[in-house]
């Protein structure tokens, strides 16, 4: 277990709905990402959040948009879904700069995702 | 335009032998390089990684070998067992505006040891 949580686990949806994915960090992660995974395809960043601000910003489409809050949770907002947009999506977390860990300022402790199918 | 790639989608070998696992990027200015392992249904799982300033690191039957000059990555596995079975990422890490560092993943090889 990670300790990253990620709801729903499934989800499926029609085209044109808009949706709603959760995650929750690891406990004393300020960091969080967001990924998807299409069929075939490796991971593809889509936007980190540091603290509660939007830190850096990847292949992530205009419909697309994300927060994270107050107590570091983050949502990703899908809306006007396509067909296309039917894959898994990824939260991962890191811990704070100087964290002991070595690395630490870029392991990324990941979720187990929510599969998104639109139909 | 990929910046890592993992040219073998998938990868077979016999239990007790090496798993030979092979990653290539494009930019010098990365500076760690992470192996990630996903199972099916889990989200993938950080295994190991190497600083650009080394060229090998080991960990039990893991190691990863990095040739800077040649942009190559590999993943050694000795001996392979049937519990590696799972797709293997590459990642590189590099910086993404200012201070602030984001990996990029390749799309994996599906490693598969046969008992």
């Known amino acids: 277990d990670s300790g990253v949580t990620q709801t729903p686990k499934h989800l499926i949806t029609a085209t044109g709905q808009r949706v709603t994915l959760r995650c929750s960090p690891r406990?004393?992660?300020?960091?969080v990402y967001w990924y998807q995974q299409s069929l075939d395809q490796g991971l593809q960043f889509l936007i980190q959040?540091?603290?509660?601000?939007?830190?850096a910003k990847g292949n992530i489409l205009e419909r697309f948009s994300a927060q994270q809050f107050p107590d570091l949770h983050s949502e990703l907002n899908l809306s006007s879904l396509e067909l296309g947009d039917s894959a898994l999506y990824f939260c991962?977390?890191?811990?704070?700069?100087?964290?002991?860990?070595?690395?630490?300022?870029?392991?990324?402790?990941f979720g187990a995702g929510t599969r998104l199918s639109v139909l | 335009d990929q910046q890592v790639k993992q040219n073998s989608p998938s990868l077979s070998v016999q239990e007790g032998r090496i798993s030979i696992l092979n990653c290539d990027y494009t930019n010098s200015m990365f500076d760690y390089f992470l192996w990630y392992k996903k199972y099916p249904a889990e989200g993938p799982t950080f295994l190991i990684s190497?600083?650009?300033?080394?060229d090998k690191n080991e960990d039990g039957r893991f190691t990863v070998f990095l040739n800077k000059s040649a942009k190559h990555l590999s993943l050694h596995i000795v001996p392979s067992q049937p519990g590696d079975s799972a797709v293997y990422f590459c990642?590189?890490?590099?910086?993404?505006?200012?201070?602030?560092?984001?990996?990029?993943f390749g799309k994996g090889t599906l490693l598969t040891v046969n008992p």
């Open positions: 406990s004393g992660d300020l960091s």
């Open positions: 959040y540091y603290n509660g601000e939007e830190r």
């Open positions: 990642a590189v890490r590099g910086l993404s505006g200012g201070s602030n560092y984001k990996l990029t």
């Open positions: 190497i600083s650009s300033i080394k």
């Open positions: 991962a977390s890191s811990p704070p700069s100087g964290t002991s860990g070595g690395l630490a300022k870029n392991i990324q402790y």
